[in-house]
Nanobody, 115 residues
């Protein structure tokens, strides 16, 4: 069974940057489109970035131009580079497969943007 372990979150000032990592177990990683999601308190989980197995990416307008998703199919890891962070980016960030999350959710990693 695929396991997802997110890391790299923390407290950062507005305008700062963070790089999140999602390590996965299982050799099937390279076959899946993967994505990062986030959930803020009192809100539904939302997609923030997706990347297909071939490398094409998609982002919602709220993060486009600020966030970059990438993947390393050798290390079975997906990354999220977040720049120009805003207070509204504060949330717990998770990774999972794209389109329809198919794997058990990991613990997520907390990102707090505050001065």
């Amino acid at each position: 069974q695929v396991q997802l372990v997110e890391s790299g979150g923390g407290l950062v000032q507005p305008g700062g940057s963070l790089r999140l990592s999602c390590a996965t177990s299982g050799s099937i990683f390279s076959h899946y489109a993967m994505a990062w999601y986030r959930q803020a308190p009192g809100k539904q989980r939302e997609l923030v970035a997706g990347i297909r197995s071939g490398g094409s990416t998609n982002y919602p307008d709220s993060v486009k131009g600020r966030f970059t998703i990438s993947r390393d199919n050798v290390k079975n890891t997906v990354y999220l580079q977040m720049n120009s962070l805003k207070p509204e980016d504060t949330a717990v960030y998770y990774c999972n497969s794209h389109f329809v999350p198919q794997f058990p959710w990991g613990q997520g990693t907390q990102v707090t943007v505050s001065s």
